[in-house]
């Protein structure tokens, strides 16, 4: 009885392909891809669309490096799809593959190179598919082999795009702790071949973030000024202040208002670069002029670069005007290969300490509400990059002396006079919190502490002298990293901010402290002030966690594409430029 309910119901399969075949011939349609032609008719007496085994979909991919790291995602991938092949429809390749390959031909729009993808020629395969119709065993063989290829190169291409050729995830990197992109390419490509639903637009390859896209659109505009001969180089030791004029002028100027780069402005003459016309001299040329426009476009480039917009070029301006078109473009690769190690999305609001950029990006209902300047780590104690959730505001806080600082500045102090700590508004203390005991500070043996047997904590107490000023924002992590108040305000009006321990200092702590405790009943910024002024701790939970993110980002771009760049002040542009470009 089964077997005949199972002969009928093929029958029923048949006719349906047949019937359907006919309804597609009438329209006139021509669904041929990729050297896959033949009538409906045709592909009906092909027979079923063949299925495939786990076996061959796991030695297959294990067979080719590019596609190997993928077994894991190309196995879930035919599960999900009870092994059906994922690239073709009745026995025809599916518009998605035309998409892909077009995608890949245009890699290096996202800073990747195509050749990585183009593992396999499809062209070749899909004309030997072409010529096998006849043989059934040979097709149903091909395009099993096409198939798990193109799965095993979107797999490929998917992973670079949106998790990053050089994810710090997969080589289980230190420098970048952000929480990862968890995407799962599975589902993507899933959603690419229109089986599934997302939030993310997987099946048009757009970018998680719109300020990828905005990099993006820097890179082709840089990379179109390349062609077009690049910019010149002003000469050493260039000096012009504005009302200057000097042939280097000429130079700065298609530097910065000739958006074609001006490819012949290294043969113009540069003697003289810094002086001005003398009485008696003849005018110099209107081009030669540092006029108000040209001013104007140097203190925007000033402002772009994190520079002190004064108009003169020299120093550090005439650096950065400097570096080469090649080295800005590669600045931009990689800083879009950073948004790629950052989550699909972000929450509503949080907070974004951008490192290289000295600035606190404060984010509510996903719009930028304010920015403050920061102070960061300096080389030799940076700034880790990572991910936490804020908790606290701590008005009045203790500062606990880092033992390192025991060791190299005031142990030889204490020995001679235990005492010095009351000229330092310090204590030492036994236990924590609201458990902390005050010792006598002679009763410690200051010339044989170390780390391991100092079993007490040496404070600042609160007040102007505390390096910790008036306020800190906890989000308890391991590196004991926190955002932070400072007594030395001064240091804010430097454009290079890389001052700390590793701790982040923050321009404006009060408005940071009313605006996390906003929705926190009682808690106004007189308050917040009045409760500082008693000179004692006090710990304030903030009403719901809130994200922050330490990120480490030398290049982004406005809507428009306008590139802001700055220094690589830690090295890791360096470090890795040598993974990403090698």
Not at 145 to 151: E, G, K, N, P, R
Not at 410 to 433: F, I, N, Q, T, W
Request: hydrophobic share 35%; net charge positive; glycine share 6%.
């Amino acid at each position: 009885m089964s077997l005949l309910i199972r002969f009928t119901s093929l029958l029923w399969v048949l006719l349906v392909a047949v019937l359907a075949g006919a309804t597609l011939q009438s329209c006139g349609s021509n669904n041929s891809q990729s050297g896959e032609g033949g009538s409906s008719a045709a592909v009906a007496e092909l027979g079923p669309q063949p299925l495939i085994d786990s076996t061959y979909v796991i030695n297959t991919i294990r067979a080719d490096p590019n596609f190997k790291p993928h077994l894991l995602a190309a196995r879930r991938f035919y599960r999900e799809r009870q092994f059906r092949l994922g690239w073709f429809k009745d026995h025809k390749p599916v518009p998605q593959v035309e998409t892909l390959q077009g995608i890949i031909a245009k890699a290096q729009d996202e800073g990747l190179d195509p050749k990585d993808y183009q593992v396999k020629d499809f062209k070749t395969m899909f004309a030997e598919l072409d010529k096998a119709r006849p043989d059934s065993a040979r097709r149903t063989a091909l395009e099993r082999q096409i198939d798990v290829a193109l799965t095993g190169t979107y797999m490929k291409w998917a992973s670079d795009y949106y998790r990053g050729v050089a994810n710090p995830r997969d080589k289980k990197s230190t420098t970048w702790q952000v929480k990862p992109n968890k995407i799962k390419l599975h589902k993507a490509l899933l959603t690419f071949l229109g089986e599934r639903k997302s939030r993310y637009n997987y099946y048009e390859f757009a970018p998680l973030h719109p300020e990828y896209d905005q990099l993006r659109k820097a890179l082709a505009a840089y990379r179109a000024r390349e062609r077009a001969g690049g910019w010149a180089t002003l000469p050493a030791g260039t000096k012009l202040k504005p009302g200057d004029s000097s042939p280097a002028v000429e130079l700065l100027r298609k530097r910065l208002l000739d958006s074609a780069g001006g490819a012949d402005a290294n043969a113009l003459p540069v003697q003289n670069v810094s002086t001005g016309a003398g009485a008696g001299t003849t005018p110099a040329p209107v081009s030669q002029m540092y006029d108000a426009e040209l001013v104007a476009a140097v203190k925007q480039f000033q402002q772009d670069a994190g520079l002190k917009p004064d108009g003169v070029v020299a120093g550090e301006t005439l650096r950065q005007l400097n570096v080469p078109i090649g080295s800005r473009i590669d600045q931009l690769i990689l800083n879009m290969e950073r948004w790629r190690w950052l989550p699909k999305r972000f929450e509503p609001d949080y907070l974004l300490v951008n490192i290289p950029e000295y600035t606190l990006h404060v984010v509510e209902a996903n719009k930028e509400v304010f920015t403050m300047p920061v102070i960061v780590g300096k080389v030799l104690h940076e700034t880790p990059v990572f991910s936490d959730k804020l908790e606290y505001v701590v008005l009045s806080p203790y500062w606990n002396v880092p033992f390192s600082i025991i060791e190299n500045e005031l142990r030889d102090k204490l020995v001679a006079d235990p005492y010095y700590l009351d000229r330092l508004d310090m204590e030492v203390v036994k236990g924590s919190g609201r458990k902390a005991e005050v010792i006598d500070p002679s009763t410690v043996d200051w010339a044989n502490i170390t780390q391991e047997t100092f079993k007490y904590t040496l404070r600042r107490r609160p007040g102007p002298k505390n390096d910790l000023g008036d306020v800190k924002f906890i989000f308890p992590n391991s590196n004991d990293i926190y955002l932070h108040d400072t007594p030395h305000d001064e240091l804010f009006s430097q454009t290079n901010r890389s001052f700390s321990h590793g701790c982040v200092r923050v321009k404006e702590p009060i408005k940071l402290a009313t605006y996390l405790l906003r929705n926190k009943p009682g808690w106004d910024q007189q308050t917040i002030l009045d409760s500082i002024a008693t000179r004692r701790e006090k710990y304030v939970p903030v009403k719901d966690k809130l994200p922050v993110y330490l990120v480490y980002f030398t290049a982004w771009a406005d809507a428009t594409g306008h590139p802001h760049f700055r220094d690589d002040i830690y090295g890791l542009d360096k470090e890795l430029a040598r993974e990403y470009f090698d």
